[in-house]
């Protein structure tokens, strides 16, 4: 835990756990609303966004990438909801048809284009680089946190998810109650006069996002594992939300932390020389959570099912 | 243009050709099998089962390192992914049955988890010394550079081995996904078939893993049959047009990807089905939003039209400019506003018809007839002459309306 840990390990750990919180915390109320997918689709879409956005501006410089990505994740919400009402169809396949098309574009873009000189190609979008955000200029260890001078070569990253998790943290709180009436209640969140399309409708962009700066840093497998697995792992602990947002943000930071220790850490302790990618661990890390949640959760059963029925 | 004609007609090399009559076929299998997920609203499953082959693909690779083999075989390959999506498939329906989470987030954590596991096996694959040129990576996305001609024959053969058992189980399956509970009140063991429908699915996601990639077979799985659903509403037809279409995309987007470099064959194979679902949408007789705005015109039309005439009967002026260019269109007034005398008989006409409705809502009690009254649908498809003649009895005889 010496100067080394800081240097390689601290910043990345650090930039997971804040992405994998700001992903979990709408993660919970999009699995109450029966909208997990919708993670799902957002971060394939985020993909053809920033290959425009790329293609456009010439550089991957951070606001670009960011304003294609919500552009891109807009477009698909609005194209699956066009799809669902003109041509009535179940919004599952609308989902599949949107973000399959969507990501294929995306793709051959991305063939088409000249992207070899700068760091943008599939793998990367859906891995992350999350091992390269390293912070190199810390080389006193612990006592970096205090010099300015190292602070200033922190990776952009860092900062950036540390605002995103911060703010959807905020909108979490500010919106809590409108947020848990419409999820749970519909109907009388509709009749005390609450704009119940709006409240979905700001979910989903929170949850974008959420998804698009995560995206940047640590991959989609991340995003879509931590839209999903804290929460729903959460959601088979308790009954209370509150309670279930905090465990979900507990598991959150421990897949974070685990999966990172693991992939980065584990195969030495095995005797290998190379490590594994961290955000595919995080994402299994999480998967384990869950599936503890599954076995032995003491909520784990619907209300009123007999056991084993 | 002239690669891609060449790649079109199969004049493109042996194995170009036979990896055009796989996607083909591919693309045939998955848009017919996935018709049956489509209507079994259960289409995103199929999304699971893709990201679950990706740890078996890496497992099968060592294991196959570790037993001495090459690692890089075809088959083996599949028969891994083919176990890991059968694990995912399971996971999914076992946390929708056994916890309280829904199906749509069992999908979501089964997927994202089995790749996530799945990247970290390439991590470790390419470590190994023999990993490096194991191009795994060409599951993601599908590619047919190199592929060997043995390779294209399992494609080909388990394309039309999907196509054949999707022949056989045509009819049970329709039944159960429309009607689970009548299916099974006759008989049909509805469980059996639903295994067998995802069974399909996933034969259909391995043999395309190699050719579309496992992000990308999905869309092979869902658009075609969305797509079909625009053009008929007969299950049979949805069916095999879902299969024609799929088939096409892959046909010549196997072609088109021959053809030029940089054009990778999944996401092109994707982009032509998109296209087709793109002009469907728009097209589409009856469903397609072409076909919604013109009938909501003609129903627009229809309105103005009888308010229009209304007007003239009562012989009050006109204001909307959308009545007077329909009432004009028609001839039934003149440029001034004057009813020519086609436009005063057609408004006699609604008005005494409008006084025949009156009568008839007296005279019937019966509200499935009166009750079709909208203003624009005529009497005379409601009621019998006799009927009519009745009413007219009881009407009067005629008066001048109009001015």
Redesign the interface.
Known sequence: MGAEFVQFSLTPILIGTFAAIACALPGNFL?LR????I??AIS?VVLPGIVVAFLLTGTVAALPMLLGAGGAALVAVVLIEA?RR?????P??????VF??L???G??LL??SDTSRVHLD??HA??GNLETLIWLRAGDGWASLADPVALAHLPDELPRMAVAAALIAALTVIFWRPLKLSTFDEGFARAIGLPVSAIGLGLVIAAAVAAVAAFDAVGS??V??M???PP?AA??MTNSLARQVWLSVGFATLSAVAGYVL?GYG?LWLG??????A??????V??VI?GLA?LF?P?????GVAAGA | MAAFLDALFLQAGYNAALVAIGAALLGFAAGTAGTFL?LR????V??AVAHATLPGVGIAFLVMVAIGGEGRSLAGLLLGSALSAFAGLWLVEW?AR?????E??A???V??????????L???IQ?LDRGRQAGL?DF??GSTAGMLLQDAMIIAGGGAAVVAVIWALRRPMTLVAFDPGYAAATGIDTRRIDLAMMGLVMAVTVIGLKLVGL??I??LL??P??TA??WTDRVERVLWTAGLLGAAAGYVGAALSASAP???T???I??I??GL?ALS?LFAPA?G?LA?ILSRRRFQARVHRRQGLLALTRAEPIHDPLTIRILRREGLIRPDGVPTDEGRALAAKIARDERRWDIARQVHQDTSLTGRYDGLTPIEEVFAPDEIADFDARLGPPQPVGG
């Open positions: 699995i029966r909208q997990a997918l993670g799902d394939h799809i003109v041509g009535r169809i179940e599952g396949a609308a989902m599949g048809v399959t098309a990501f294929a574009g793709v051959l063939e088409q599939v793998e859906l891995m497998i991340i879509i594992a839209f999903i697995c729903a959601r088979l992939a195969p290998f020389d190379n490590a594994v990618s955000a595919g661990m995080i994402a299994t999480s998967g869950l599954c959760g909520h784990r059963r619907r209300v | 489509f609203k259960r289409a995103l199929s999304d946390i056994a916890t309280r989470l829904s749509d987030a999908i979501g954590a997927l994202s988890v089995f790749f996530g596991l799945g990247v970290v390439l991590t470790v470590t990576e993601l996305l992000i990308l999905v869309a869902i658009i049959s969305v659903r625009f940089d054009l990778p999944g996401p092109i994707v982009l089905a998109a679902f949408l469903r939003v919604a």
